[in-house]
């Protein structure tokens, strides 16, 4: 595998859930993640971002297996899994590590902290489980040895999360999905644990799916944007770019939501209008149409298509945020 070739990749990538029931209505299939194509190379961070119910965390778990896809098609190191069947997804969770929204909870009330961080080497069967070995997982973590003989409760929010990051790499694993791994910390020991994943790329070459709503994390970390609403990419590429120049009004009001720490601020107008839609009734054509302020009589009936553009970005909108010497190419089919 070269240092270009992406450990993971999906192409066009689907999850439908069929409802039941007298409330829903039997027989609906609902759309949670539509078409949603990516790649995650060594090395590198990906942040995907979006409102509550953008799709971001089923997006992650379909990766790894966890919520059956429906659709489209995921490469492993080049190799496409056959099927979606569990026993495809073997060598994905082999080399992978999930990181979830709230640590403690996935940890065994029951198992000292020392027994938790092992636990997946013996599992898989692989890797020194010694005390000494666990004690130099929890160093790399910035997780005090004195801890490991503890038991979860007795853990703060961040030494969860740093154990939760010492069970991650227990197996070296060449990509880690962390479920907003900020969630309920203070901004100091947000950075503590933002920096540790630094640490970890560069050590091992490591590459991250991050899954966030904070835009200051995902300002400070990731190497890469993507933008999602109603389980759909409607902008993506390099972070640096995309806080610069935004070409999705969805994005561009994600990002002037963002706090400003002066008083004197104010907004003449709110950078959204209106709720999210429910993924029961999707709206016709852009699915955004219906709160962005410069939508007009063809978002509203026909669906845009990805378009991209000349830094690296890629749009899905009828209307792009460029001027005419910047404006996006279509996207050969």
Known sequence: MTQQTPIL???GLGVSIGTRGRILGAGRKLDIVVDVSLA????????????????????????????????????????????FSKASFRPIREQTSLLFQDPASSFNPRQRIGDIIAEPRRIAGTGESSAEAIASLA???GLPSSLLSRFPHALSGGQARRAAVA???SVVPSLIVADEPTAGLDVSVQGGVMNLFLDIREKHDTAFLIITHNLAVARHISDELVIM????????GPTAEIFRNPQHPYTKALLDSEPVPDPKHRRSEPPVIGEVPSIFARPSG????ERCRFAESLCRTRPPQEIAGANGQRVRCHFPIADAARRPQPVDA
């Open 167 to 169: 069970r991650a790499l």
């Open 229 to 236: 609403y109603l389980g759909r990419v409607v902008e993506s």
């Open 139 to 141: 160093q790399l973590a």
């Open 9 to 11: 990749e999906t192409r």
């Open 40 to 83: 995650l190379r060594p090395g590198k961070i990906v942040c995907v971002v979006g409102e509550s119910g953008s799709g971001k965390t089923t997006l992650g778990m379909a990766l790894l297996g966890l919520t059956q896809p429906t659709a489209g098609e995921i490469h492993f190191k080049g190799m496409p899994l056959a099927d």
């Open 286 to 289: 852009c699915e955004f149409h």
